[in-house]
């Protein structure tokens, strides 16, 4: 079981907007930056999303972060079906010294 | 361009050891901290072993911990993974990836190696 917790999956239709939560704790979330992760289907995960908002040169606009205490929250807007895939939230621990990441949420774009 | 490539997987019976490894290129391999990160199949992300920059410091995830190594030459821009007394649970695509310094995300990532173990 993930310290980082997340919905399993998510599902919206062509255009819509979805949410995926990730909820932490203080020795986590609550005190170090947050990172979100791209996974599709066969291939490596890619940065989507670090230091709680900002992104990577080349990640559009329709994907954004958001941090409210110990919860993170990854926003994708005008879903096209190319987003299907699975989404992880990832922090470092400073209570265990190691790097955290969310269970995954697998967004299923209808 | 920036680029982590690993190499090393394969096939290999429970009790025994595996090397990975990891070239980086494209950066100054040096700066940054490194981490492995394995994904079992059909299963999501879990962290396995972070080395700092200079090799100074490292953590393990608690499952490896005693059976895990993780070491890097930075002569020669390489990651490395030993790993002993593995465990048909280990059987995972391993993943080399960068450390971004302040931030702490895992900017860059490599297209993993498959370590089976079975018997």
């Known amino acids: 079981q993930s310290v980082l917790t997340q919905p399993p999956s998510v599902s919206a239709a062509p255009g819509q907007q979805v949410a995926i939560s990730c909820s932490g704790s203080?020795?986590?979330?609550?005190?170090?930056?947050v990172s979100w992760y791209q996974q599709l289907p066969g291939t490596a995960p890619k940065l989507l999303i670090y230091?709680?908002?900002k992104r990577p040169s080349g990640i559009p606009d329709r994907f954004s972060g958001s941090k409210s205490g110990t919860s993170a929250t990854l926003g994708i807007t005008g879903l096209q079906t190319g987003d299907e895939a699975d989404y992880y939230c990832g922090t470092w621990d400073s209570g265990l010294s190691a790097e955290m990441f969310g269970g995954g949420t697998r967004l299923t774009v209808l | 361009q920036v680029q982590l490539v690993e190499s090393g997987g394969g096939v290999v019976q429970p009790g025994r050891s595996l090397r990975l490894s990891c070239a980086a290129s494209g950066f100054t391999f040096s700066s940054y901290g490194m981490h492995w990160v394995r994904q079992a199949p059909g299963k999501g992300l879990e962290w396995v072993a972070l080395i700092w920059y200079d090799g100074s410091n490292k953590y393990y995830e608690d499952s490896v911990k005693g059976r895990f190594t993780i070491s890097r030459d930075n002569s020669k821009n390489m990651l490395y993974l030993q790993m002993n007394s593995l465990r048909t649970e280990d059987t995972a695509v391993y993943y080399c990836?960068?450390?971004?310094?302040?931030?702490?995300?895992?900017?860059?990532w490599g297209q993993g190696t498959t370590v089976t173990v079975s018997s």
């Open positions: 203080g020795s986590n979330i609550g005190i170090n930056y």
């Open positions: 230091e709680d908002n």
């Open positions: 990836a960068r450390r971004a310094p302040r931030t702490y995300a895992v900017d860059v």
